[in-house]
Each structure stands twice: as structure tokens, then as C-alpha cells.
């Protein structure tokens, strides 16, 4: 550089003056012309401003003009300096360059975890003492989990675990109040309750239901004792059912068939199932589809824990169960239950006509001991003892159930911390309060890892940090008979939540066992969920994180972690009736499922025992996973939801479909529509993608409109063209009705069964003796190809962006 200043110095030397050009009229027979002169002026002279009228010269020779030889050191030192300006230029722009990269880096969420920043706000107040104005990913991460390891959650779980707390009792009101006072403790921006009036089952005690065998008269002799009668199917259908009694393995409808083809009718009978595979309500429909007149319901050994450093379910509990193929309030379907508001006279199509009771194993083995018939297939028999496991029929038994309805209030509460830039969009979490016995895992894990998650980000903003959007905490009451508190709120806030909530992580059965992770989610989640599962670390494999542990064992990690969300999850819900992307996580044990949850023996004992003492470990990762997930989901500019994930979806479910493009094609139809839509949403996935990519991620208006059409994928999922009162879950994908995938692939295997064998339905309603009915297939196709279709115009953006090919 200081070559380079002498060099312009010389230069400035060798021309005393400064020179410019102007053009002067020129008088007589040129009138009218200018001619080009060359004019030395005082330094800070003005130069005449304009000239009219004006004729350009071209140049004159070099030397021409005595005025020009002053040009020529000029024009020599100028040729000498050129080198080094253009050197100059070459590093202020790299240096220009590499600022802005580094601002970008800085603000761009997908650029890599080391540079990622969570809030380039610098107008929130930080806390006392704070001298830091930006929060990156690593020091937020470090804030979280420092604040994190400060909770007592083993202590919380015994805590919840001791108390009573079923739906509606005194000491659920008790609990309720606890938990809101706790919540105002931590100052939270707002803390408020609301009410349902709703209508649950409980047993009589002063008719308990009881289990006869009947003689050949029919008429009803030596009562069987049930070992745990306070065990019950809440919405089980009342009255008595008699008949002669059938084993049915698991009661699927793929059972039910097998069953029917070994030459044993279950129409008729009473179902003896096992627990386990399928949900309760699952195997009551499945049995009245087949013509089953009632169903016991019991624990076998062989679908649980066992060892001997393992405690194992006693052989006289019974697994208490609801039986309401549904979630949410079954006797005001669609509608939300505030402030006990009339409603027509309705109750859910999924309520049973048959009655249903669990029993325990000890009363299954009395039973398994009187059937005769064949022997069950070898994958069908179990573990209790001195039973040879035959199919039936056996003697005849009678079953009463007594169960009575009661209008009952149950309360759900609420936590909010406002977000700082998108208030008016909410990053949901929640877990079930309530239980049937201690309910250690069911929910008071939950439970105690709700409220750490609260304490730990009330310190977390008094230290500073503000999330973008709001955090709302939610600790949800009649859960346990059919996540009835979370579905009547979704219920009452239908019209408000689908705009609003960004997605929703449930606690639910966080912790059922040590050994395997796996996340019921939405497809939207699972890249974000990856990302997070590679920063936690695993509870039980030191020096590991549990994305490690995972691809240990295999190297595709979605195959061992991720599951279908289950209508019996809270987050069920808001997927399906909703269309809020939503995850449930959850630690399991290798072998078998966790064999007290739903009984009374669900203690912290037992919980703890289970867990070898690692319970508090595995806790602390629940937490963590999901405190981390909250924190990417409510502070991310761009929101983290991978919507190119459903094209995927799409195409491997198109698999299934090809294999009956040939039957169809034969009948004169094509599944080129469905085909042609998934191509469109990809499209328009892959230019959303691309637009995002080139956008500027500092453009706050321009975010929030990427944003809005983000989150709001998921809702565009749920058919538009049937209604929610008759089908309330429209998820094309996970939803239950003829408008799904799933009620399509079912009705295109009836082109290769003709409708023979079975006369029950199928899991997703479809009869097979009416056989393939082409009005029926068309009208499956156009639900499905449409709403697939009206997800990529969505997607698209604005009318105009949109290139359909219909």
C-alpha cells in the first residue's frame, strides 16, 4: 500500500493543475458547433454546467494539440498503478465476501450446528448480569442442559406416582390444583385451566360384572371369580352376552380369518384374546365385524418381560383397557364438551355393541383347560402353564357387564411462554395426568418430565433467551379414556389450531423400558428428530449418542426408531383430526413391551426394578430429546419440518399399489391419477425447496411466509371432500375411512380374493363378501388423488405458481 500512495503522489506531480474538457461555441461560419478545448482551472472550479446546441469531435492525433502533452505522464503512471488497484479492488472484496458469508452462515439454520445461530434478536432483555446479546445453537444447548441437570425428576415420579389421581376423583382435583399453583411458581406468561364436562365409564360396585359358565340348558351356574374386579373396559356395551367359548389368538381380522378357514366359526361366540399387537377397541371391533357376541381380554406370559432379573405381571392382574375405537368424548363425537352444552342425541360410530372384560391369566388358564377342537397354530400358543392352547369351541360361558356412564369434569392445564417474533404460533407439548392405579409409566413420567421442561425454560429466559414462537405446555386429564382431554380441546379449537400450532411432542409413555428408542411420528419430523438423536447422549451405552447406538445395530435408522403414530396416542389426534405434525417418544425394552402398564402393579418399583436403576438416565434423555426439539421448533427461522418427506411417502405406498395395476387395467381403469399427483407434489416440494434456498434467510417477512406454508403441510393431508363429524380423522395416510390409503389397498386385494372367505371387515371397514366394487374403487380414487393433488397446489404457493397437468 505504500508503494502504491507514492506512486499516486508522483503522479500528482507531474500535473501541476487539474485538467478537464470543455466544449465552447464556435462563432462565424461554424455557428452552431462546439469545438473540444482543453482548459487548466484553479482548483475547486466549477465546470459550466450546459452547453446547447453540441457537437461531439472525434479524437485527434496524439500531439496534435500542444494541450495534450500533459496527458502523457498521466496516462504512463496510470498504467504503472493499475496493477495494484486492481489488486486493492480484489481484497476488499474478499474481504467484503467473507463477512457476508460468515453473517450467513450465522443465519442460516441448515448451514451446520457450529455456526447455527437460534436467535439473532438483539431486542429481547437479557437476564441480570448477561452480557450476551446473540444466543447461538451451542450456547443455548449448554443453557438448556446445564438448567436441565438441576431438576429432581426421580423424585417427581415417585412423587405423582403415589398419588390418586383417576379421572374426576378428589384426588385428581388435589393434583390439579398442585400443578398449577407450580407452574404460576415459575412465572410463565400466562397459566390457566379449562373444563370438559364429559361422559366416562366406570364400573358399579354394587353390581360388579361377573363371569358364569352356562350348562346346555343355557342356564348360568358355577361363577368364575375375577381376581381384579376393578378392572374394566371403560365403553365396553352393557348387558349379557352368552355363548360357547373360542380362542382367537390376538383378535385381528387376519386371526378372525385364520380362524373361520381351521373350521372354527366365531360368530356366535365369546372371543378369548390375548393382549398385546393390537389395541383393546381394535379387538372388540374386529370381534363384533366377525359376529362375536362378547370378548375377554388377557395378559399371556409369552407377550412379556421375563427373567430373572426382571419382575414380571402377577398372574391375577388384569390389563385394564377402553374399548372406544376412537379418542375424545364418544357420547359428543366432533363436538368439544364446555360448560356442559346440549348436543343431538348421538354417540360415536365407534363404540362397541358387545360387551368386553378383561380377566387375568390365571382365569384365561381356567378357561384355555375347557376348550377342545383343534390344536392353535404354533405361533399362536403361549406361556401359561398346564394350557394346551386349542382353538374351541368349549363349554358355554356368560358375561355381565354392569359398567354405568357418568357426566364427569375433567380439567386440562395450561403453560405459555409468548414468543418474541411469532406469538401467534405455538410449539405444543403435553402429557397425561391422570391413571388407573399408580400409573408410574403411564404417566407420571410424563408427568415429572413436563414440569422440569417448564422449570428449565422459565431459568432459560430469565437467563436471556426468548423463543421466536410461543411454547405452550400443556398437562392433559382424561387421558386414559381415550386421550379424552387433549381430543375435546382440539375439539373446541378446531378452526384456530391447524393456522396456529406448529406441531406437538407428547411425553406419553416416555419411558417403557432402556434398550431401544423409537419415535411415533409424523414424516415431517423425521429429518429434525435424526439431527437431535445425533447431539443426545444414549442413557445406556456410554461414549454414545443414541442416533450412534441406533446404527450400530443398523445402519438405516428410521427402520429401528421410527413407527406409525397409534390411535391410542394423544398425539394420534393432532395429526390425524388436526393436521398438526406431532411425535411421541419413547424408550422400550429389546425383547418384549413393559408388562404393568394399565395394571396396578404399574409402580415406581416396578418401573425402577425394570430399568435396572437407570430409570433417572433414561428420564434425563427423554428430557433432553425433547427440551432440544422444543428448542429448534419454537427458535428456528426457518421452521425445521421436512415436507419433501410425504413424496417419499407417497412413493413407497405407490409400490403396493402397482402390483394391481395389471387387475385394473384389465377391468379398463388406472391408477395414473394418484400417479400423477404424487409427481406434482414432489415438484412442488423440490421448488419450494430450491425458492427457500435462494432466499435471504435475514428477510423476516419473507421467513414468515416460507413458514406459514411449512407448517401448515401437514393440514393439507386431511381430505377436504368428506366431513369431519362423519370421518373426524381425514389423514389420507393415517386416518381411518374410505378416503385413505389404506381403505384403497384393502379394497384392491379384493380383486385377487373374488370376496371369498371372511364376511368381517377389514381393519379399515372394507367388506370382502360384497367383493371389488368398481363405483366404490372410483369414488376411493378421487378422495385420495385430490386431496394429494390440492397438498402440492398448497405447496405451491399463490394460483398463479401453480402448473397443473390434469
Known sequence: MDQLWGLLQRAQQLSPRPSQTIYKRVEGPQQGRLEEEEEDGEEGAEPLAHFCPMELRGPE??????????LIPWAAAGRRAAPYLVL?????FTGAFLLGYVAFRGSCQACGDSLLVVSEDVNYEPGTGSQQLTLYWSDLQAMFLRLLGEGHLEDAIRQTSLRERVAGSAGMAALTQDIRAALSRHKLDHVWTDTHYVGLQFPDPAHPNTLHWVDAAGRAGEQLPLEDPDAYCPYSATGNATGELVYAHYGRPGDLQDLRARGVEPAGRLLLVRVGVTSFAQKVASAQDFGARGVLIYPDP??????PHKPGLSSHQAVYGHVHLGTGDPYTPGFPSFNQTQFPPVESSGLPSIPAQPISADIASRLLRKLKGPVAPQEWQGRLPGSPYRLGPGPGLQLRVNNHRASTPISNIFGCIEGLSEPDHYVV????RDAWGPGAAKSAVGTAILLELVRTFSSMVSNGFRPRRSLL????????????????WLEGYLSVLHLKAVAYVSL???VLGDDKFHAKTSPLLISLIENILKQVDSPNHSG?????????????WDVEVIRPLPMDSSAYSFTAFVGVPAVELSFMEDD???????TKEDTYENLHKMLRGRLPAVAQAVAQLAGQLLIRLSHDHLLPLDFGRYGDVVLRHIGSLNEYSGDLKARGLTLQWVYSARGDYFRAAEKLRQEIYSSEQGDERLMRMYNVRIMRVEFYFLSQYVSPADSPFRHIFLGHGDHTLGALLDHLRLLRTNGTGASGATSSGVVPSLGFQESRFRRQLALLTWTLQGAANALSGDVWNIDNNF
Open 473 to 488: 405446555f400443556i398437562s392433559w386429564d382424561g387421558g386414559d379414556f381415550g386421550s379424552v382431554g387433549s381430543t375435546e
Open 302 to 307: 409369552e407377550d412379556f418381560s421375563q427373567g
Open 61 to 70: 492525433p496524439l500531439g496534435s494539440r500542444p494541450g495534450r502533452q500533459n
Open 88 to 92: 486493492t479492488a480484489l481484497l476488499i
Open 429 to 432: 407439548i403435553g402429557a397425561q
Open 544 to 556: 454414545q449418542t443414541i442416533y450412534e447406538q441406533v446404527v450400530f445395530t443398523n445402519p438405516n
Open 508 to 510: 406419553d409413555n416416555a
Open 592 to 598: 418384549q413391551v413393559y408388562p404393568f402398564l394399565h
